[in-house]
C-alpha cells in the first residue's frame, strides 16, 4: 500500500526519486536551474503551474495528484485534445498569417484549461523571446479562447496579416492599442486612430504548453 504524500513538496520528491536523477539534473529536465529547484524542493519556492503541467507530462504523471493530492501517481492523467493551427504567433516582430494553416490537435491535460471547454479553445505556437518574463518562451504552444477578448490581459492579436501574441492595453478615451512585450529590451507598440481598425483580438491566451 502506498505510502499517501499530503503535500506538494512530498509528492514532487517522490517524482525525484522515481526518475533516479539528482536534484540538479531533475531541474534541468524543467528547464530550471540548481538554485530554482533547491528553492522549490526546501518550500522556498512554490512550483508554478506551468513546471507541474511540465513533470506530469514529462514523467507520465497523474497532473491531479501532483497538485492535490488525489488519485494516484501513474493513474492516467485525463486529457482533451484542442484544435492546433500550425501557425506561428510572435512574441517578437510579427508573422504572417497563412490563408489556409494546416490544422492538427494536440492532448493538453484536462485541469490545464479548467474551467474551459475544450471545443471553445485553440492553439498556436510561439516564436521568440519577448514574452519570456511572462514564462511564454519560443517554441511554446500557446491556448487561447476566442469567446475572450476584452479587458487588458495576454491575447493572441492579429495586426493586419501578421499575428503576434502580446499584453494588449486598451485605452478606450484616447482610442489607442497598446502591444506591451514582457521582456525590457522591446518597447511598447502604440497603436492609434486608423491603427487600431486593423487589429483583431483573437483570443485570450488561458495556458501555455511549453517545449520539452
Given amino acids: 500500500m502506498q505510502k499517501?504524500?499530503?503535500?506538494?513538496?512530498?509528492?514532487?520528491?517522490?517524482?525525484?526519486?522515481?526518475?533516479?536523477?539528482?536534484?540538479?539534473?531533475?531541474?534541468?529536465?524543467?528547464?530550471?536551474?540548481?538554485?530554482?529547484?533547491?528553492?522549490?524542493?526546501?518550500?522556498?519556492?512554490?512550483?508554478?503551474?506551468?513546471?507541474?503541467?511540465?513533470?506530469?507530462?514529462?514523467?507520465?504523471?497523474?497532473?491531479?495528484?501532483?497538485?492535490?493530492?488525489?488519485?494516484?501517481?501513474?493513474?492516467?492523467?485525463?486529457?482533451?485534445?484542442?484544435?492546433?493551427?500550425?501557425?506561428?504567433?510572435?512574441?517578437?516582430r510579427g508573422i504572417f498569417i497563412e490563408d489556409y494553416p494546416?490544422?492538427?490537435?494536440?492532448p493538453v491535460p484536462q485541469t490545464l484549461i479548467h474551467p474551459h471547454k475544450p471545443s471553445g479553445l485553440k492553439a498556436v505556437y510561439v516564436s521568440g523571446d519577448s514574452m519570456i518574463e511572462e514564462k511564454i518562451y519560443d517554441g511554446d504552444i500557446v491556448i487561447f479562447c476566442p469567446k475572450l477578448t476584452s479587458g487588458d490581459a495576454v491575447y493572441v492579436v492579429s495586426v493586419g496579416d501578421s499575428l503576434f501574441v502580446k499584453r494588449v492595453h486598451f485605452d478606450r478615451i484616447k482610442n489607442t492599442i497598446t502591444l506591451i512585450s514582457a521582456n525590457s529590451c522591446y518597447p511598447p507598440r502604440i497603436l492609434t486612430d486608423y491603427e487600431t481598425e486593423n487589429v483583431k483580438i483573437e483570443g485570450k491566451v488561458i495556458a501555455c504548453l511549453h517545449r520539452m
Avoid: C
Fill in 102 to 106: 494546416e490544422i492538427s490537435a494536440i
Fill in 4 to 92: 499517501v504524500l499530503k503535500t506538494e513538496i512530498e509528492r514532487l520528491l517522490y517524482i525525484l526519486k522515481l526518475s533516479g536523477l539528482s536534484q540538479t539534473d531533475f531541474g534541468a529536465s524543467l528547464g530550471l536551474s540548481k538554485s530554482q529547484m533547491s528553492h522549490v524542493i526546501s518550500g522556498r519556492t512554490k512550483p508554478s503551474r506551468e513546471v507541474l503541467v511540465k513533470i506530469a507530462l514529462k514523467y507520465n504523471i497523474n497532473l491531479n495528484w501532483l497538485i492535490s493530492g488525489k488519485g494516484h501517481p501513474q493513474e492516467k492523467a485525463e486529457t482533451t485534445l484542442i484544435e492546433l493551427f500550425n501557425q506561428e504567433a510572435a512574441v517578437g
